[in-house]
């Protein structure tokens, strides 16, 4: 051995010696020069059992015929990088048990020619935290399809006997009005109150379980067509109320027309509800460096900041049925849509200083 390869080997150890990872040094032949002691144990060799040997004594048989090709095409390109970037990398352990691996090379040149380093890092814990992450995930997913098919199921085979339990009440209130008193006639209002309360749940509930369920397909639509149609299916509710409304341009998204013109129109059926007086509604858009973000605004009664993650969730409501009508079902409908285009939902608000609905939906599409 030369002086000079001598010396790089020496420098190498002693760099390796420090090195908390597994490394080795190897020459363009393939044959190992140098390892540390981490590859040793790691490996199940002695320190010095590896050395003078080939590389792919530490790769699995079935690769061992095509290692050679890559270790050439390295020489061709020396410089730092992954091997094997993008595929799953198995190294063998002498007892001939395989692990998952991430290998790091690196050049280093000497008098006597190319030599290699590589740090060889086993992931086996990664992969396993991975493949734990990959089942809560696939179990996540399948109860939430579970879940959401029973709510569909459940939601529509309630509407029959909570349409009977109506229909007969109300007969009852018309056919016996007479010989009702006044207690009983009272008794039957609040249950065809709570039916007709139930109903809406029910309604709200199986248009929840619905969204995304259905054969339409995401494509680009236009925004400012979105908001024209909800504006149209709430004209009633907007001339009733004396709302003002301001709005701005707004870009082409990818989602499903009918589903974002659900979004639009419970978002601004809100805005209309929980007012003060005659509502100034705000409808904006603006680029942020995340994407298009959509503000829906009012002025109206506003929301404390404790609430503003809660009013998302399914069922939530924050004040009672006699203040305000509604299941509490629709932000945690606009949440879903949402969703299903890949985009986010939150709100801003202060109470007695209205609220902003921020929709952040990804890169938009080319204009239509």
């Known amino acids: 051995m030369t002086p000079d390869r001598a010396r790089a080997e020496e420098d190498f150890r002693r760099a390796m010696s420090l090195a908390p990872t597994p490394m080795l040094l190897a020459d363009q032949t393939g044959t190992i020069i140098a390892i540390n002691r981490h590859l040793a144990e ?25 290692h050679p090709n890559l270790r050439a095409g390295f020489s061709t390109d020396p410089r730092s990088r992954p091997m094997g970037h993008g595929r799953d990398l198995t190294a063998l352990l002498r007892d001939g048990s395989e692990i998952p691996v991430e290998i790091g090379l690196t050049p280093v040149q000497t008098s006597e020619g190319l030599l290699v380093a590589a740090a060889v890092v086993d992931v086996s814990e990664r992969k396993r935290a991975e493949e734990r992450l990959r ?9 939430n399809a579970e879940l959401e098919q029973f709510a569909y199921v459940a939601s529509h085979d309630l509407q029959e006997p909570l349409r009977v339990i109506t229909n007969f009440t109300e007969l009852i209130q018309t056919e016996s009005q007479a010989s009702l008193d006044e207690e009983t006639r009272a008794w039957l209002g609040f249950v065809v109150e709570a039916a007709a309360r ?17 054969q339409r397909r995401a494509e680009p639509v236009r925004l400012d067509d979105v908001l024209d149609e909800a504006l149209a299916n709430l004209q009633s509710a907007l001339e009733a ?14 989602g499903v027309r009918s589903e974002l013109v659900r979004l639009f129109q419970n978002l601004l059926a ?7 007086g005659p509502p100034r509604l705000a409808i904006l858009a603006t680029e942020t460096e995340q994407g298009v973000v959509v503000m829906v605004s009012d002025d109206g009664i506003g929301i404390e900041e404790r609430y503003l993650e809660r009013i ?3 069922f939530q409501r924050l004040h009672t049925a006699d203040e305000y009508d509604g299941s509490g079902m629709g932000l945690a409908v606009c949440r879903k849509i949402v969703a299903q285009v890949g985009g986010e939902i939150w709100a801003t608000s202060s109470p007695g200083a ?8 990804k890169d938009p599409p080319p204009p239509l």
């Not at 790691?42 to 004594?57: I, M, N």
């Not at 809100?270 to 003060?276: D, G, L, P, S, V």
Request: glycine letters at 10%; hydrophobic letters at 40%; proline letters at 5%.
């Open 42 to 66: 790691r490996f199940g060799y002695d320190p010095d059992e590896l050395v003078g040997a080939s590389v792919e004594s530490l790769v699995p048989t079935r690769f061992r015929d095509g």
């Open 270 to 276: 809100n805005a209309i509800k929980f007012r003060r």
């Open 354 to 361: 209205g609220t902003t609905f921020h929709v952040r939906f």
């Open 241 to 254: 109320s004396g709302a003002r409304i301001e709005r701005g341009a707004l870009p082409s998204v990818v």
């Open 135 to 143: 089942a809560l995930a696939d179990d996540l997913a399948r109860s």
């Open 198 to 214: 139930m109903r809406h749940l029910m309604t709200d509930l199986l248009e929840l379980s619905r969204i995304g369920r259905g």
């Open 312 to 314: 998302f969730d399914p």
